[in-house]
């Protein structure tokens, strides 16, 4: 039986065919590739970082509306970080920024402009704006009408966030160091 | 051809079955390989690992304080223990920083920007966080 098998022209043709074997090659390239790709691409969640940052940002200086006072009491001596709950050492580093401003019709008024983080993420954010620029944050950029407490005055409130957070891949060795 | 010997002792049919056969099994072998592959994939872990520490991370972000969430992490664990990781060793939320490991080989790091106390613990296969205001040390 055996000795029929090999000498059979059709069985070579189908089993020894080079063609068959460059077909399975390309095959197992492909998967292997795909599956490559398709597991190191890195998860892209910087736009919903943003929002997230945006919507702290804007849900700790108006409540319905109406501007904090002491925001606008303090100016720029407003601590954001402490009195809104966000990290300084996460936030004022290479991987955020955000930048509030209030403004007002009103002449008397000085604006009142904050900027944290990395400055130069705001002239990326114009760049990513509708194309696919993979190392380049994204933003989020708003402008509100605010009032304040007697909500007599109103003010034009901007607040731009933006992310450009990667997360990082660690040894074994810094894992172990960091469970002490 | 001889109907009554059958097709297993029939000379052509047996010339035309065996080989079909052996073609169809090493074929089978050979998707059976590239299923192995994707499913055992070192990169599967590491795909997880950065799931669940983005997907902790954006949740820690986006609560507050007083909040208890629930997530389901049965996947992770399972994947955990395919790999021969202590199921109490895939998570560590520290210094603002959310760690994930599945898989030899270290973690998956990434950092939330909400200055709180979490507190979290893995009960059957749902990790629940408590978020605290930040007690000043």
């Known amino acids: 039986m055996i000795k029929n098998f090999f000498k059979n022209k059709k069985a070579g043709e189908k089993l020894l065919s080079i063609w068959w074997l460059i077909v399975l090659a390309l095959v197992a390239v492909a998967v292997v590739a795909g599956v490559l790709i398709y597991y190191g691409a890195e998860l892209n969640t910087k736009k919903i970082e943003a929002k997230i940052l945006h919507e702290r940002i804007y849900g700790c200086l108006v409540e319905q509306g109406v501007i904090r006072q002491d925001f606008i009491e303090e100016k720029n001596n407003f601590n954001i970080f402490s009195k809104c709950g966000l990290s300084q050492k996460i936030l004022d580093s290479e991987n955020f920024y955000f930048k509030i401003v209030l403004s007002s019709d009103e002449e008397s008024f000085e604006n009142i402009e904050v900027k944290k983080g990395k400055t130069s993420i705001e002239a990326d954010c114009d760049v990513s704006e509708g194309v696919v620029a993979k190392h380049y944050a994204k933003c989020l950029k708003r402008n509100y009408v605010v009032s304040d407490f007697s909500k007599k005055n109103k003010f034009k409130l901007f607040i731009l966030t933006a992310s450009n957070q990667q997360g990082t891949k660690i040894s074994d060795s810094e894992y172990n160091y960091i469970w002490g | ?137």
């Open chain 2, 1 to 137: 051809m001889q109907i009554k010997r059958g097709l297993i002792r029939d000379k052509k049919a047996i010339e035309i079955i065996y080989p079909s056969l052996i073609f169809i099994i090493l074929n089978l072998i050979f998707i059976s390989m590239l299923f192995v592959f994707v499913m055992r994939s070192p990169g599967h872990a590491v795909a997880y690992e950065q799931i669940y520490a983005k997907k902790i991370a954006l949740l820690i972000d986006r609560a507050k304080p007083g909040m208890e969430i629930s997530l389901d992490v049965g996947e992770a664990q399972e994947i955990a223990e395919k790999n021969k990781i202590n199921s109490e060793n895939i998570l560590e939320i520290k210094n603002n920083k959310v760690f994930v490991s599945l898989a030899e080989g270290g973690a998956y790091s990434f950092n939330y920007f909400s200055e709180y106390d979490v507190d979290y613990s893995v009960e059957d296969n749902f990790l629940k966080l408590k978020i605290n205001e930040k007690q000043n040390d």
